[in-house]
């Protein structure tokens, strides 16, 4: 396995969505294509302002993962501008520029009376003029002139040779301020819409401004200077990166730990019996500070899903996490992380989950931090690409394990769907093989699907996993006899009607990964830079311990949330698939602090087995909305404990008041059946997406 360190690791992550059948999750990658906004935006002069000259906007969606649709081409004023008094005034243009950059203006003029009448066209970007395209019959409806501009007339007949019309594609202002009206509110799931705008008259794009809600359809551009660095990622840049986004570079270490299962004769025999493969655990450790922004979905991987309360106009969501709530809906993580050297496949990691969270702090800062997770197997296959069929099925397939055949460093993995499912209790039916110019000419894997839509094959869920053979039935994993690390795929949706006969996918080999294509060989980068989650730092750290009227302020110590997980070990079968995965146990929050004795208080408390209340806080800075505006919200983490037992207080010397004490306990089920072991807020900046 790979392991990623050093200073040009990346280390990718999403939240997978939950398993309708087992306690670990499906892959959340997200290859779906993204479309432009449905409707241009408009234009029109408004108050007094800064802006003077011509100008185009164009905008784009966003959701809390972070990942924005990309405007390819401009939204503008598209005004229909009569050149004088046209004897008949019915010319209309529609549609979207597709040639990428500020649209040019586009012309029309009547070029002969008849029946029909005919017109001519050519585009005038204030520089060039085109040449006219000539001799073009009105037909009444949507005529198509270039680069996705249509004019419509009104009527066949009755204009005449006078007749002109331009389609003015900049809006000109003078000392005033921009009002965009009808600005798309986006699809389910969209969180904000960000604005971009030309310079003067320009092609060059920068974003002037952001609207944080799904509601709002009316937008004010009064920013005179752009920042030119504030652009938009393209879409061939979000989907280079799989759905993934990334932590800080040289922010994690990431490192296998290999186990094997001892296996026991039933007779004995001379020598040690061979064993087999046992768990994978993957561990990490984050290198720099821990920031808000990176631990929603660290927090999901161990507590589940959050309540998500989205703040109006501005950035910030507010996540919680209900110890009695969160375990009921839990998550795991898909990891991608690499080395970063051109030579090196990166490594794939689903159902990753968090098995601890360690943090310590020390005059009132963060000095440590520690992320444990547990995962099984691994894979550098990448996620499949659909290639062919004409289903509409928004999910994908991905690889999950290793390939051994003989082909697997010159051969991509194909399946192809022979039989679609037609209802819930319905069979679907798909092939596989290895190589492009081969035929499927193997047996057919057939799975079922249950009245809740869950994919099952003899009761192994088919989104956790099932098993790739090539065309002739050989399995494609390593030691097949003994099941040692088998090349199985999951999907990342559940599968529906959609989902067509003849829809074809393919998985590649290797992975490009997201970085700087140079051209040289071997060149595992896909061009795509990678997409960072980034935030504020932690400014703050402090615990405090609440007793009928005296508090503790604490501001050094450590604290730690597990929720351990169990690896299924039995004879034959080591943790190497997600389902292999389980919860065990109770969530738990150890807490220590150290503090100048000033009381026996918290000893005496032990003594009559009391209870402390506890809140721990992490806090840090002010969360911008745009560029030189800060919201009133900080980025946060808060944890509080309603009933904590203390388990020890200590002294390193008897009958001293000045010196450090050490108190350590941990929090305890509530007499209060209505409060939680412990409840967890999360303030953060928008960036990540939890799958319902």
């Not at 730092?537 to 009928?548: E, P, Q, S």
């Not at 995965?581 to 503090?595: C, K, M, P, Q, S």
């Not at 009391?610 to 909305?625: N, T």
């Not at 306990?665 to 999360?682: H, R, W, Y």
Request: aromatic content about 8%; proline content about 6%.
């Amino acid at each position: 396995m790979t392991t990623a360190s050093g200073a040009d690791a990346l280390f990718g992550v999403l939240i997978d969505s939950p398993s309708s059948l087992y306690s670990i999750g499906h892959p959340g990658i997200n290859q779906q294509a993204i479309t432009n906004p449905a409707s241009a935006a408009t234009a029109a002069a408004g108050a007094a302002g800064a802006l003077t000259g011509k100008f185009h906007w164009r905008y784009s969606y966003g959701d809390e993962a972070g990942a924005l649709t990309y405007p390819s081409h401009g939204t503008d004023a598209a005004l229909t501008v009569a050149v004088g008094t046209p004897s008949l005034d019915d010319a209309t243009f529609s549609g979207t520029f597709t040639l990428g950059g500020a649209a040019p203006m586009f012309e029309v003029e009547i070029e002969a009376e008849g029946t029909p009448d005919k017109f001519r066209w050519r585009t005038n970007d204030g520089v060039t003029l085109g040449l006219w395209t000539e001799d073009v019959s009105i037909t009444g409806s949507a005529q198509l002139l270039g680069y996705g501009i249509s004019v419509t007339f009104g009527a066949t007949t009755g204009h005449t040779g006078a007749d002109s019309w331009y389609r003015e594609s900049a809006l000109t202002l003078a000392d005033q301020a921009a009002s965009l009206t009808g600005v798309s509110v986006g699809g389910t799931g969209t969180t904000r819409r960000v604005i971009e705008r030309t310079d003067d008259y320009g092609n060059s794009w920068a974003v002037c401004g952001t609207i944080f809600d799904n509601t709002t359809t009316i937008f004010t551009d009064d920013t005179a200077t752009l920042d030119p660095t504030k652009v938009l990622p393209t879409v061939n840049q979000t989907s280079g990166n799989l759905g993934f986004l990334f932590v800080d570079v040289d922010s994690f270490d990431i490192d296998p730990d290999f186990s094997v299962l001892e296996t026991a004769g039933l007779r004995g025999s001379a020598g040690r019996p061979r064993g087999i493969p046992g768990p994978i655990k993957i561990t990490g450790s984050p290198k720099g500070d821990l920031k808000p922004a990176y631990l929603a979905p660290i927090l999901a991987a161990g507590l589940g899903k959050p309540v998500v309360t989205p703040t109006a106009g501005s950035p910030v969501v507010r996540s919680v996490w209900a110890a009695s709530v969160a375990r009921r809906s839990p998550r795991t993580l898909s990891v991608f992380t690499y080395d970063g050297a051109s030579g090196i496949p990166p490594t794939l990691l689903f159902g990753v989950a968090c098995d601890e969270l360690s943090v310590s702090f020390s005059g009132g800062k963060i000095t440590d931090n520690t992320m444990k997770m547990t995962g099984a197997n691994y894979g550098t296959a990448s996620p499949a690409v659909k290639i062919g069929g004409a289903g509409t099925w928004p999910g994908t397939f991905v690889a999950f394990g290793s390939r051994y055949d003989a082909l697997a460093a010159t051969d991509d993995v194909y399946i192809k769907i022979t039989l679609a499912i037609s209802g819930p209790g319905g069979t679907l039916k798909f092939k596989s093989k290895v190589g492009a110019l081969t035929t499927y000419d193997g047996p057919d894997y057939t799975l079922y699907t249950d009245a809740d839509t869950r994919q099952t094959r003899g009761g192994t869920q088919f989104n956790d996993s099932i098993e790739l053979a090539d065309e002739d039935g050989i399995n494609l994993g390593a030691d097949v006899g003994s099941n040692r690390q088998p090349f199985t795929i999951v999907a990342t949706e559940v599968i529906t009607g959609d989902l067509n006969v003849g829809d074809e996918y393919q998985f590649a080999r290797a992975v490009l990964i997201p970085g700087a294509f140079s051209g040289a060989s071997p060149e595992p980068y896909s061009g795509a830079p990678a997409l960072y989650v980034d935030g504020p730092r932690f400014t703050d750290a402090h615990v405090t311990l609440r007793k009928g009227g005296s508090v503790i302020d604490a501001t050094a110590g450590s604290f730690k949330l597990t929720t351990p997980k169990k690896e299924v070990n039995s004879l034959g079968a080591g943790a190497r698939n997600l389902q292999d995965l389980v919860n065990d146990g109770y969530f738990g929050l150890e807490l220590t602090i150290t503090r100048y004795l000033n009381s026996s208080e918290w000893r005496d408390m032990m003594k009559t087995d009391d209870r402390a209340v506890v809140r721990i806080e992490l806090i840090g800075e002010r969360i911008p909305i745009n560029p030189g505006v800060l919201s009133t919200d900080r980025e946060s983490l808060v944890i509080d404990i309603p009933q904590f037992a203390v388990k020890s207080a200590k002294a390193p010397k008897a009958n001293q008041s000045t010196v450090v004490e050490t108190i350590t306990g941990e929090a305890e089920q509530p007499d209060n059946s209505a409060n939680d072991l412990f409840t967890v807020t999360l303030l953060a900046r928008q960036g990540w997406r939890f799958p319902a």
